[in-house]
Each structure stands twice: as structure tokens, then as C-alpha cells.
């Protein structure tokens, strides 16, 4: 054929308006079945070497929406070319095509968000930094927000006047916030909670008011606690982010407890230090790390006072441990003939 007359009749066919958006329409199919391909062959050989498992659910996810937004920015691009379209087709195609690319994202962003919630609860359910409820409000949270700005972002698209809709909100939240503010208190107290990391699932703390137990549940409005008495309590969240907590296992589970002793003046000291070392040295619910260590504190009414100090793995052996520990030290003591001396008065009596 020839090149003038091919030439020809490519300029022939600008002429015809429809063809020329069906052929722009056409190149970026080609485009878009050009970056499957890519992402299919290549893409995901590539991250299925890596050990990390969270670019093959990026690949998963990101595939669909790419190829189709290829596509629909080929439509959206026929739609503009000159002469520009009829009304009201010149503002209603451009945006329902946006409308489905802003929809193909929204999507893909969500369901990313929930692969990623129940690929990640099972893990912290295991660290027990946050209760299940707690952790799967925050991802409802987070999918609300999202399509909610997907949803805003749609209208501005279509240009709806949102000033109306924001006003309106105000008002329905105030509302809102002066109806459920204990409510909204106690959320929020949770949220600062798990933000601060001031204790976990499986942690003993003591309260202000001197409960001591162990952290079972950080909810939405309240933390449960089941203390040594095997009684649950149950604190709201905005008294507990409000509250001095001692965290007896933050920052390490280890804890140390201290064991008073006293002895009869006129004991060999160093003789009692070296037994109160063998006897907790001898306790397997004694940790070897920190070393225990006695220390001489006073000089009291009736006897010298030494304090033992070990550490044990886990705040709850506290109690027992100190008992087993008092136990095997007043065997020792009688072994050895040690007195433990217990309060006395001389009373003289003065014959007149």
C-alpha cells in the first residue's frame, strides 16, 4: 500500500470522533493487560523469593485494582478528548467513570485492611498487649474512617455542596457526646491505655485502692481484673487511665521479693548470711539471675534484722515463694541452733 494513501486515510479517520476515543479506549486495554502480565510473571516470582510474606498479600491485592484502573483511566481519557461532549453527558461520564476508579481503590483498601486484621490478631492475642475487643473495634474504626473519606470524596466528585452535611454532623455529635460522654470516657481511656502500653493481658498490678491481682481482660468501656482472692474486678477505663498503677511485671515479668529475718544478739553473723544464701540458693522458684543477696538492716529490740532479697519469674509466685522460703530457713536456723528471738520485758520488782 501506499504511504500517502495509508497516511490518508489514518488523517480520514480523525475525523470520526467515536473511533478515535474507541482507540484510546483499545491502547490502554493493551496497557492494562500489558501490567497483568507484569505483575502476574514476573511480580509475583519475584516476591515469592523474599522471605517476607506480607509483599505476596501486597501483590494479592494491588493486582485487580491496578489493571482495572488502567482501564478506566482509557475511558476517562476518550471521554475528554475534543469536542468536548453534550451536555448533561459531559459532566455525568467523567464522573461515574471516577466514581468506579475511586470505588476500585476503596474496595482494595478495605479488604487489604482485613487481611491484614486477621492475619495480625492471632499475634496479639499472643503478645496480650490489647484485649480481642478492644483490638477488633480498632480495626472496625479504621474501616469506618476510610470508607467514610471514600464516601466525602465521592461526593466532592459529584459535586455536592458538603457544608450542609458537616454542620449537620456537628450537631449530631455533640449530641452524641453529651449523651454517652461516661461511655465515650471510658473508650477513650482504653485507647490511651493501649497507646501507652501501662499493662497488658496477663499482668499484675496494684490499684490506688490496693487490689493486687492479674489483668485479664482490656475491653471497649472497662479492664477486668481477677485478683489472688480468685474475685474478678471490673474498672472502667477512665479510672484506670486516670489512676496511679504499679505494673509489678513491667518492665521485665521478674520480681523481687524481700524476706525479713531476725536473729538472737550474739549470733555469728556471717554464719546467718551464709544459710539464708544456701537456703534460697536451694529454691527452685528462686531465680539464679540477679543473684539473692542478704543484707543487714537494723539493729532491733530483740534481734538483728537481716532482709533477703531474690527474685522470682512471676509476680503471682510472690506469696508462695515467700512462704517456702520462710519455711526452709526456720528448719535451717533449728538445725543449726539459731535462735529467733521474739519480743520479751525483764520486770524487776522492788521490794520496799
Known sequence: MDLDLLLNKIHLLQDYVFV?????ILIYALFAKGADLFVDRVLRRWTS??????????????????????????????????????DPWRTVLPALVKSLLLSTWLVAAVRLLNRLAERNLAAVMARGKVGQDIYLLLKNVIRVVVVVAGLLWL????????????????????AVALAAKDTLANFFGGLSIFMDNTYRVGDYVILDSGER??????????????TRDDVLITIPNSLMANSKI??????VPRFRIRVPVGVAYGTDLDRVEEIILTVAKANPGVSPEPEPRVRLRMFGDSSVNFELLCWVDDPSLKGLETHKLLKAIYHAFNREEIVIPFPQRDVHLIEK
Request: positive net charge; hydrophobic residues 55%; aromatic residues 8%.
Open 20 to 24: 478515535k476515543r474507541l482507540a484510546v
Open 155 to 174: 461526593l466532592a466528585i459529584w459535586r455536592v455542596d458538603l457544608t450542609p452535611l458537616f454542620a449537620s454532623a456537628g450537631i449530631v455529635g455533640i
Open 246 to 251: 504499679i505494673n509489678e511485671s513491667a518492665p
Open 213 to 226: 491481682g492479674e489483668v485479664v481482660t482490656i475491653g471497649i468501656r472497662s479492664t477486668r481484673m481477677k
Open 49 to 86: 523469593r523474599t522471605r517476607i510474606a506480607f509483599d505476596d498479600y501486597l501483590i494479592a491485592f494491588l493486582h485487580t485494582p491496578i489493571v482495572w484502573s488502567l482501564a478506566w483511566l482509557g475511558v476517562l481519557h476518550a471521554l475528554v478528548l475534543p469536542p468536548a461532549l453534550d
